[in-house]
């Protein structure tokens, strides 16, 4: 009880502050009994040449291994030493899990790196709280730097699969053979009697080789990769419980515009677009919650008042973990494996000039905008067009027009349902998410530029501001953001989650297709999204023109919260 008081304190202290953070937030939290997260990681492998897609499944957990559902995102680094960032990664958590991938950098040394992975709840815990685990990496095109390698002589030795540690539980895993011929179909069979054992797991099908480590990052494994890291700049320390935080201040030479109680706007445009309005703090901090998926790595952001001009605005920067306690090793290489590595790169260069006939693909996602499903939408292609908006709006939208202040100026004013009532509110009026305040502007806008127009009658509440009305409009291929660009108004570039990916998967149920397509993958299968909520579990794969030992390597947690780790092989000649 006392985990489950604490928590809801720490959710309804940032529910109060939804968009905007007090001074006072970061002793606040501080003082409080946080949650405690781990987190395992599942690699498909802990060597790669530069060039070669690193695959994972992360598992975030609670102090009893079962999903948290506190984090809603995690982050992972690759560092070459403890100043030196290789790359950086932000994923969606959903229920304590995430997947993602990268390619590895073509101008890195071969050495040893670290990978480090967290979540910023886990940041805050005294525990350890930061996953650290080394990947060799090898780069073929470049000198060795005997800084960063060791040299060793003598036969390699191959790793046998069977040494690893094997934990099936109650599984009962079949194969439809333990031979197999090139671009022969796999068919695995994953059954159990006992459905406590279901749960979410990730496979890997991989061949092995002599480059094979005993260092991949296992669930069976994750604790003894834990450690406890501190943050050494003054990022902000706040645990994302309710989407990722993008926070920041503002800041302005003009002793007449304001800095507390300032309303602004944050706008990612995109095809499903991202808008939030939130106020700064008396110090001029802001902060927002994304809670949704989007992919545009930019954001445009305005000061909603009359000297939104004259700020500026800076975002927070991400924590920088202070390494300075980790051992950077070096690589031992043996210098028999020239062989070796030059036939690896020469395949991974056949299989990159053909990528585009294997390609690893988005997944789709449709979420709807911060309004949902209300009012009615114009797409204006069902009418006759017109040359400017402000005749469409008189011949097409009969819910909104422009009219004519005082000075002359325009303003859209949304009819209210009750019209006899007039409302002394504005209308919020959008362009691919991005606020318009000049409306002027609009009046001769290009119409043909803008393919539907959303209008929503009622008065609307948002983000502490009150509307009359709301007005959406959306251009065709994004043709406003590269307007407000070309204007001067540049995107402020944001630190975006990853998006989920459907991985290649091999299909030669038609091999005169592929004919002359040449085939040496090694990763012959990857799905990071392994449900399992019955007692039987199928997938299959091809092989590939590599010939050699693979692994099948399951990995994940039961529903009550116990890892397990399933190995298998076969051959492929």
């Known amino acids: 009880m006392k985990f489950i008081s604490y928590l809801f304190i720490v959710k ?195 061949k092995t080789d002599a480059f094979n480590t005993d260092n991949i990052p296992s669930v069976l494994n994750s604790k003894e990769k834990l450690q406890r890291l501190d943050i050494k700049n003054n990022a902000p320390k706040l645990p994302e419980l309710r989407g990722e935080i993008i926070s920041g201040s503002i800041s302005t030479s003009n002793i007449d515009a304001p800095m507390a109680n300032q309303p602004i706007s944050l706008s990612i445009p995109d095809r499903d677009f991202v808008f939030k309005i939130g106020r700064t703090d008396a110090q001029g901090r802001f902060q927002f919650h994304i809670n949704r998926l989007y992919s545009s790595n930019e954001a445009f952001f305005y000061i909603m008042n009359e000297w939104s001009e004259d700020y500026s605005i800076s975002l927070d920067k991400e924590p920088i973990l202070d390494l300075s306690n980790l051992r950077f090793d070096k690589l031992t290489l043996n210098a028999n494996l020239e062989n070796e590595i030059i036939n690896r790169s020469l395949k991974n260069q056949i299989e990159d000039s053909y990528a585009v006939a294997k390609p690893n693909t988005k997944k789709t996602y449709k979420t709807l905008p911060f309004y949902a499903s209300q009012g009615k939408t114009y797409s204006l292609d069902d009418y006759t067009r017109f040359p400017s908006l402000g005749e469409t709006f008189v011949e097409i939208i009969p819910d909104a027009s422009f009219r004519k202040r005082k000075n002359s100026d325009y303003y859209i004013r949304v009819m209210a349902v009750n019209d006899f009532l007039r409302s002394p509110f504005d209308a919020l009026v959008l362009i691919d998410g991005v606020p318009i305040q000049n409306h002027t502007s609009l009046y001769n806008y290009n119409a043909y530029d803008i393919t539907s127009i959303h209008v929503i009658r009622d008065k609307y509440y948002y983000g502490g501001q009150v509307f009359q009305g709301v007005v959406a409009m959306v251009s065709k291929e994004n043709t406003f953001v590269k307007q407000i660009q070309a204007s001067g108004k540049n995107p402020t570039p944001l630190f975006n989650p990853e998006l989920q990916k459907n991985y290649f998967k091999a299909d030669y149920t038609k091999p005169e297709m592929f004919k002359y397509i040449p085939d040496f993958r090694t990763q012959l299968y990857w799905e990071p999204n392994l449900n399992i909520s019955s007692t039987k579990s199928e997938f299959n794969f091809y092989t590939s023109d590599e010939s050699g030992t693979y692994e099948i390597i399951i990995e994940g947690f039961t529903k009550n919260g116990e890892p397990v780790r399933i190995l298998e092989t076969f051959e492929v000649h």
């Open 12 to 206: 309804a202290l940032l529910n109060l502050w939804n968009t905007h953070a007090q001074p006072n937030n970061q002793s606040i939290i501080d003082s409080v009994d946080l949650p405690t997260e781990s987190i395992a990681l599942h690699f498909n492998s802990s060597l790669y040449f530069v060039g070669e897609r690193a695959l994972y499944k992360m598992y975030v957990t609670t102090s009893t291994n079962t999903f948290s559902n506190h984090s809603n995102a995690a982050y992972i680094y690759l560092y070459a030493n403890e100043d030196e960032e290789v790359l950086r990664q932000k994923i969606r958590l959903d229920n304590g899990q995430g997947a993602g991938d990268f390619v590895i950098p073509s101008e890195i040394e071969t050495g040893l790196y670290k990978l480090v992975a967290y979540t910023k709840l886990g940041l805050l815990q005294k525990e350890p709280n930061v996953f650290v685990t080394d990947i060799s990496i090898i780069n073929p095109y470049q000198p060795i730097n005997l800084e960063r390698v060791s040299m060793e002589l003598g036969q390699p030795e191959i790793k046998n699969p069977q040494d690893h540690t094997i934990s099936a539980h109650s599984f009962q895993f079949k194969i439809n053979g333990r031979s197999f011929s090139k671009r022969e179909l796999v068919e695995v069979e994953l059954s159990t009697m006992q459905p406590s054992v279901c749960g979410s797991y990730s496979v890997s099908v991989r």
